[in-house]
């Protein structure tokens, strides 16, 4: 017998579940699972599409884009803690008062931790100490995902979202030498420090490449992110499936080791 699962996905914006773990939601929930995403920001600051409706604001429009990708990955519920989006670090939106990255800390993690109760999850994806490159929303999701996991009612297991940073080091020599234009820094992201984890320190690789057309499928849907989103769907293929067809946790308390393998 198959035990199934709730897993929660805790995502700083809509879209950052698509690059991150759109694979792994999708191989979860067609093994039955039951596969949750809560965003923690709106993304007001992503680009502004030419084409919104009059009524329409970007965060209708990014809302609704991460229903498309719900759909597409197979995703039984999407919520949102609503908070504003606090911008790549150094923006002035940084301090916003209803920013993410502002967010009193327990106030957060009661508005996740709620959910959790109400999904009895057994499983919560956060990310890693620096949400892999350093980006405020995605460093507060955080100690946000440990202090909820802890004050729900039934403790979740905690995995966190990694990059592994050898493999994307490898991937970007790969495309400069097919002398593509890569505008990356493995070894200093928005906050000075390296991108991701080294392979050494991460748990679980989960292969992925049978559903990397769902996952692009899903990235699909964010078509207002002209800039991040647009890069990865204007990669050639064979970059694309070096770039996604690998996702990566760690977990805190496993012994040293990645394992290739399904994590849930
Ligand atoms: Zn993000």
């Known amino acids: 017998m198959v035990l199934m699962a709730t897993i929660v996905f805790f995502h700083a914006h809509p879209d950052d579940e698509t690059s991150a773990t759109a694979g792994t939601m999708a191989i979860a929930s067609a093994d039955g699972h039951r596969v949750v995403v809560v965003y923690a920001t709106n993304g007001e600051c992503g680009e502004v599409p030419q084409d919104l409706a009059v009524d329409e604001s970007l965060v209708d429009r990014r809302r609704s884009e991460a229903e498309c990708s719900a759909q597409v990955l197979g995703v039984a519920r999407v919520a949102w803690l609503g908070y504003a989006d606090s911008g790549m670090a150094g923006w002035p939106q940084n301090d916003q008062e ?3 990255h502002r967010a009193d800390l327990d106030e957060a993690s009661a508005a996740l931790s709620s959910i959790l109760d109400e999904e009895d999850a057994d499983d919560l994806v956060g990310y890693d100490w620096h949400g892999s490159y350093g980006h405020p929303d995605h460093v507060k999701v955080h100690p946000v995902t440990y202090r909820a996991a802890g004050l729900a009612r039934r403790r979740p297991r905690v995995l966190e979202v990694t990059l592994n940073r050898d493999m994307l080091r490898e991937g970007i020599n790969r495309a400069r030498e097919m ?7 493995v070894d200093a992201a928005d906050d000075g420090n390296p991108i991701g984890t080294p392979a050494a320190e991460i748990h679980w690789q989960v292969d992925v490449s049978d559903y990397l057309d769902r996952k692009r499928q899903a990235m699909q849907c964010h078509t207002s992110q002209t800039s991040d989103i647009g890069m990865f769907m204007a990669m050639p293929p064979e970059v694309f499936v070096v770039a996604f ?18 994590p849930f």
């Not at 002398?179 to 820094?185: E, I, K």
């Not at 067809?245 to 399904?262: A, L």
């Open 245 to 262: 067809s690998q996702e990566h946790y760690r977990e805190h308390g496993r012994p040293n080791g990645m394992i290739t393998g399904w």
């Open 179 to 185: 002398n593509l234009d890569v505008d990356m820094d």
């Open 98 to 100: 209803t920013s993410f």
